[in-house]
C-alpha cells in the first residue's frame, strides 16, 4: 500500500461526533485511560427541550472549545478553511501532508458526493474525520455516523467525491457546526497527564447532586438557568416525554444518557482493576442493568419514532424513572466505598 493508516478504535461512546472522533484516537494508546475516566462523568441537558434541544458531556470549558483543545494528550491545531485554500490547491493533498505529520483532521463534508453514503444524493452536510490514504487507489479512510449503517463506522471515500464534498461542504446551509474550522489532532505520546482518583470521586458526587460545575459558572454564566446537571437530566428528560403532545423525539438525548451508563461501566472496571474500590463487582452489575435499562428507553424512543404512539411515550417514562431510582441508589452505595479507598486523596480538578 502506497499511503498511510493512522490507528483507530472503535470508541467506547458515540452519541457525537466530537467525542467519538476523540476517543476513537485516544483509545488506540492504553496510557489515556486515566484521562478518559477522569472525565465523561458529569453530563447535562437543556431543560426547555422544545426551544433548544441539546444536552452533552460536561468539560470545563466554553462552549466554542472543543474537548480534544481540552485533552493533554492531543496536540491541536485548528485553521479556517478559507486559508488551507489558500495554501492547497486540492484539499487532499492537505488531507496527505495532514496524515503524513501523524495527524488526523476533523472537517466538514457534504455527503451528497460521497457514494458510500447513506445520504449520497442528499443536500447533508456533517462533520467527519479523515485518518488515512491510500494513493494507488486513490481512496481517503474516513469515520463518521453518515456511512451505509448510520452507526458510527469507519469506511472510505475516493479522492474525486471528497474534492465535491469538502468544496460543497456549507452548500445546502444546514450546518455551520465548524464554521469554517479545520482541526487536526496528533497523539501527545509524552504526555504528563497525572491520574488522581480523587477527582472521579468529585466528580460523581457533583453528578449525584446535579450541582452546577464550578468553570461553568465562569465560561457559560449567561445559561445557567435553562440548564440542568447529573441525575436531574432524568428530570427533564420525563418532563420532555411527559408534555409531547406532537412531532418527535431527538434521540441523541436518549443515547447521551445510555453512553453515560455504558462509560460508568467501563469506568468502574478500570478502577476495579486499579483496585481502589471493594465490593466494584456489586456496582457494575448494577450499572449494566441500568445500561440496559437505558438501552430499552433507546429503542422505545426509535420505536416512537417510527409509528408515534402514545403508549410508548408511557413506557418511556417508566423507564426513565425506573434507572434514576436505581441510579440514584447504587452511587449512595457507592460513594462510601470510593470514599473508603480515596482517603487522603484531594481532587485537583485543574485535570
Not at 206 to 222: A, K
Request: charged share 30%; with cysteine; glycine share 4%.
Amino acid at each position: 500500500m502506497k499511503g498511510k493508516l493512522l490507528n483507530v478504535k472503535r470508541p467506547m461512546i458515540t452519541s457525537y461526533t466530537h467525542h467519538a472522533h476523540l476517543l476513537a484516537i485516544l483509545e488506540t494508546q492504553e496510557d489515556t485511560l486515566e484521562w478518559i475516566f477522569s472525565n465523561y462523568i458529569q453530563i447535562y441537558i437543556n431543560t426547555d427541550l422544545s426551544r433548544n434541544s441539546w444536552g452533552d458531556f460536561y468539560f470545563p470549558m466554553p462552549y466554542e472549545i472543543k474537548e480534544a483543545e481540552l485533552c493533554k494528550w492531543i496536540y491541536t491545531q485548528k485553521q479556517k478553511d478559507s486559508v488551507v485554500d489558500k495554501r492547497y490547491e486540492d484539499i487532499v493533498e492537505f488531507l496527505i501532508d495532514a496524515i503524513e505529520d501523524d495527524s488526523y483532521i476533523h472537517l466538514m463534508v457534504n455527503y451528497k458526493y460521497i457514494s458510500k453514503s447513506r445520504c449520497f444524493g442528499i443536500d447533508r452536510s456533517h462533520d467527519i474525520m479523515v485518518y488515512g490514504y491510500d494513493e494507488e487507489k486513490q481512496k481517503l479512510y474516513c469515520a463518521d455516523f453518515f456511512f451505509k449503517t448510520g452507526s458510527y463506522e469507519f469506511s472510505e471515500c475516493t479522492y474525486d467525491e471528497f474534492r465535491l464534498a469538502y468544496k460543497y461542504a456549507y452548500h445546502s446551509g444546514t450546518s455551520l457546526y465548524l464554521k469554517h474550522y479545520i482541526y487536526t489532532y496528533r497523539l501527545n505520546k509524552s504526555c504528563d497527564y497525572e491520574f488522581n482518583s480523587g477527582n472521579i470521586l468529585y466528580s460523581i458526587e457533583r453528578y449525584m447532586q446535579g450541582d452546577i460545575p464550578e468553570y461553568w459558572t465562569i465560561y457559560n454564566c449567561s445559561d445557567l438557568a435553562n440548564i440542568s446537571f447529573g441525575l436531574n437530566c432524568y428530570d427533564v428528560l420525563y418532563h420532555y416525554v411527559e408534555n409531547l403532545y406532537e412531532g418527535s423525539l431527538d434521540i441523541r438525548l436518549f443515547y447521551l444518557m445510555k453512553d453515560h451508563k455504558k462509560m460508568m461501566i467501563e469506568r468502574l472496571k478500570f478502577l476495579e482493576k486499579k483496585d481502589i474500590c471493594r465490593n466494584m463487582k456489586e456496582y457494575i452489575e448494577k450499572y449494566e442493568d441500568i445500561y440496559r435499562l437505558m438501552n430499552t428507553v433507546v429503542m422505545l424512543a426509535l420505536k416512537f419514532g417510527q409509528n408515534g404512539r402514545g403508549r410508548i411515550l408511557d413506557r418511556i417514562g417508566d423507564g426513565l424513572l425506573k434507572s434514576k431510582e436505581l441510579e440514584h441508589e447504587t452511587i449512595c452505595r457507592l460513594m462510601i466505598s470510593l470514599r473508603e479507598g480515596n482517603k487522603g486523596c484531594q481532587p485537583d480538578i485543574r485535570n
